[in-house]
């Protein structure tokens, strides 16, 4: 049997490898479910969600990098770097998402999505301690980070699945 110390650096890295496969994942499903959509659908808004699929792609990205990529670069950079907490709910109005274009946007969190992964596969087993502190006065790990993040997507990929289901049903 081996000792709690050799397995938690086993599982520990398992643990990332899983993080990663579920970051890497969210491009891919963008890009098989938008690829396709008809310029007028990325504006429309559905019934069951408060985002049409536009405002979600640039949401996705924006969050990308500007919130969970960069407070996994400055606990990355920093010691313990102050993590404020930010809003995001206004990003649509202030950022003019209805007035974007979505498969810029989606090609844009696509490249971002990327970058960020191979920096965190260049990582050190013992970066992944490194840490923050959030406006609750809690500190995060990068592994915590990335569960957020990978939340974040899960979270999004299910509500843009359920507008794709809404949307097909009109045309079905």
């Not at 490194?130 to 299910?158: Q, V, Y």
Request: glycine fraction near 6%; hydrophobic fraction near 45%.
């Amino acid at each position: 049997m081996l000792s709690d110390t050799m397995e938690r650096p086993a599982l520990l890295s398992q643990a990332y490898r899983h993080l990663l496969l579920a970051l890497e994942e969210m491009p891919l499903f963008l890009e098989q479910a938008l690829a396709e959509l008809p310029s007028e659908a990325w504006g429309r808004q559905p019934e069951r969600d408060r985002s049409p699929l536009l405002e979600h792609v640039w949401h996705l990205h924006d969050c990308e990098v500007d919130l969970y990529g960069l407070r996994i670069h400055k606990a990355l950079s920093e010691e313990l770097p102050w993590l404020p907490p930010m809003e995001v709910s206004d990003w649509p109005r202030e950022r003019a998402y209805h007035l974007r274009d979505g498969a810029v946007g989606l090609a844009a969190f696509s490249s971002a999505r990327q970058a960020l992964l191979a920096e965190l596969r260049a990582l050190e087993p013992a970066q992944l301690g490194r840490s923050g502190i959030r406006g609750d006065g809690s500190s995060i790990n990068i592994l915590g980070l990335l569960e957020l993040l990978a939340d974040h997507d899960r979270d999004h990929r299910w509500r843009i699945a359920a507008i794709l289901r809404e949307f097909a049903g009109l045309h079905g």
